[in-house]
């Protein structure tokens, strides 16, 4: 994959490593944007764009506040927010992803029943709910990282992320 | 306990939950929350393959491909570049004001402005019950700027003395002192110079002394000079010189003149009187009597006749006295210094300068940036709360 054909001047959010971080990010972010959005078109331009933003800024990046992949979550999930509010003045119509339902056919018939429920069970959430999920399962942030994400403090962020999580078990049924 | 501190429990269930996420082995109790995981993360959507390799293409060439996310991102360009055109502009006005003020020329260094030539030394009267000084001193370096001329106006009084009516304007007499320096070499051709700057504005050299002797030379005037040329003179001749002193008296002779104008008048009205009752006069012991008064009041008219002139006259005329001393002027003192002690001072200057310019740039740029910070400040906070709404209604 010959990701970025820019040779960094300095500074650790450029180079080599902005490539290693979109290959070690690259899917995760699209996945919590699609999550977000529920969208597939409008996940493929976002995630494009933040990469993008990602790369134009990069000379930017300060590791003091924060790693860089918090870094891009938090450009991703700014473009995606901005998405959103622009198909709200817009009206847009979404194009729901595809239901995954054929995927679970292959599985073990609790397995794939329990797959659904909580997929039914997240998209159910709470937006707010929903997001601190995607962020930590898919983006497998730390709670810092999270923090960062979210604009709150870390304690903060494990709060929301322990609720969160109690909601979705709620919702899903699961008992500990 | 606060909202946010969470118990030793879930602190332990989010500490496995990054375990998980880190796919590091977890005890029992938290495969539950594995499973759930699992699930969260086999749901999510995943990339195309095609949108995979787009994205590597649009990646790899950030710069040839401009989507409208493209388009969106370049943006911030513009702030800057107003940003850095604001700072040009703030720093050409800066530079405007700094040379305009007169900053850059060391501002001690000007001549006096040449005065508004008024014909007399005649000022304008002031208004009932404000305090007019009748004398006034003006004294300094010439860095004071100016002279005190520059505010005559030009009113030229009746030289009719046998009108009662008494002056509108002030008159004014002025005399002012200059002591220049200058070395004794150039000691005869700035004495020259004095001399032919007083004729060249019609003034006349009253007296003078001119004493050529090494160190000890020394040279003295007495300028009279109309009054509304004063200032031109005093500024003409400091160009000739180092200035050591200037010392500018004003002394206001208004009142004498009215008085003197109104006593001619008196005596004027009197004569006419005498005149009258001579012509009726039946003895010539009456006759001889009235003509001795008349005698006496025509003397005192000439005299007061003379005393208007002399008054009028010290109003027309200034008198200015200069002194030349011998001594290295600033000119000398500068070449005596040597050249690095010239080029420090050069220097300086310059950061004097460059002080200058930067704190009037500050000034200007100030109150602009902290705007500017306000409303970009206002504007994230107003955004990411528009962002934050749409995560909540979405």
Known sequence: ?176 | MSRDELTASEREELAALDRILAREPVGEQHLELAALVDSVRAGAPRMDPAFAERLDARLAAPGKRRSRAGARVARPAIPRLALAGSGLVAAAVAFTIVISSGLLSGGTTHPPAPASSPALGILPRKAPGAAASPTGTTSGPLASGGVASGTAVAIVPSTNFSGSKSLSARLVHRDSTLTLATPPASMQRVANRIVAATEQRGGVVQSSNVAIQGPASRASFSLAVPTGRLGSLIAALSTLASVRALNQNTNDITSSYNVEQARLADNVAARAALLKQLATAATATQQAGIQKQLNGLEARIAAEHRDLGRLLGQGRTATLHVTVVAGASAKHAKAAAGPFTTAFHRALHALEEILAIALVVLAIVLPFALTALALWWGATAVRQRARERAMRTA
């Open chain 1, 1 to 176: 994959m010959t990701v970025i054909a820019a040779v960094p001047t300095s500074g650790p959010g450029a180079g080599e490593q902005f490539e290693q971080l979109y290959r070690s990010s690259a899917a995760d972010v699209y996945a919590y944007v699609a999550s977000l959005l529920r969208d597939r078109t409008a996940a493929e331009d976002v995630t494009a764009l933040a990469f993008e933003r990602a790369f134009r800024r990069r000379a930017l990046f300060d590791m003091r506040r924060g790693t860089p992949r918090s870094w891009l979550f938090a450009i991703a999930r700014n473009a995606a927010l901005d998405e959103l509010r622009k198909r709200r003045r817009t009206g847009a119509l979404l194009h729901e992803i595809a239901d995954p339902s054929n995927e679970l056919e292959d599985l073990d018939s609790d397995l794939a029943e329990r797959r659904l429920l909580v997929r039914e069970g997240l998209a159910s959430l709470e937006p707010r709910d929903r997001e601190v999920i995607l962020l930590k399962f898919v983006g497998r942030l730390s709670n810092a990282e999270l923090a960062r994400v979210l604009r709150c403090s870390e304690s903060n962020a494990g709060t929301r992320l322990h609720r969160a999580i109690e909601r979705l078990r709620e919702v899903c049924g699961v008992t500990r």
